[in-house]
């Protein structure tokens, strides 16, 4: 069992950019490949990005590649996404999630937190 805590979210303006940080509890986060989702007000979650246990593998979705980073510390049971040059349509409700391997979709996670929202203002 893995319970995940998300924060770091809130009002931005485009173009700055924002640390996520997702919490794990349990001693096994380290064997767990962990991913972000988001989900738009009146749309379907979407995969953001990924990572494997080790942090030496990393997969995005392609509206963020580029500009935003996935990546863990095992040793404070954290995954973090940064994000840089927010716009408008990166505003969402941030999930994080977790699994015994990698996947892009939602039903390829097991354990979820309980969102973080994420505001970009023009």
């Known amino acids: 069992q893995v319970q995940l805590v998300e924060s770091g979210g809130g009002l931005v303006q485009a173009g700055v950019s924002l640390r996520l940080s997702c919490a794990a509890s349990g001693r096994t986060f380290s064997s767990y490949a962990m991913g972000w989702f988001r989900q738009a007000l009146g749309k379907e979650r979407e995969f953001v990005a990924t990572?494997?246990?080790?942090?030496?593998?990393?997969y995005y979705a392609d509206s963020v590649k580029g500009r935003f980073t996935i990546s863990r510390d095992n040793a404070e049971n954290t995954v973090y996404l940064q994000m840089n040059s927010l716009n408008v349509e990166d505003t969402a409700v941030y999930y994080c999630?977790?699994?015994?391997?990698?996947?892009?979709?939602?039903?390829?996670?097991?354990?979820w937190g309980q969102g973080t929202q994420v505001t970009v203002s023009s």
């Open positions: 990572i494997n246990w080790s942090g030496g593998f990393t």
């Open positions: 999630a977790a699994n015994r391997v990698v996947a892009t979709t939602t039903s390829g996670y097991a354990y």
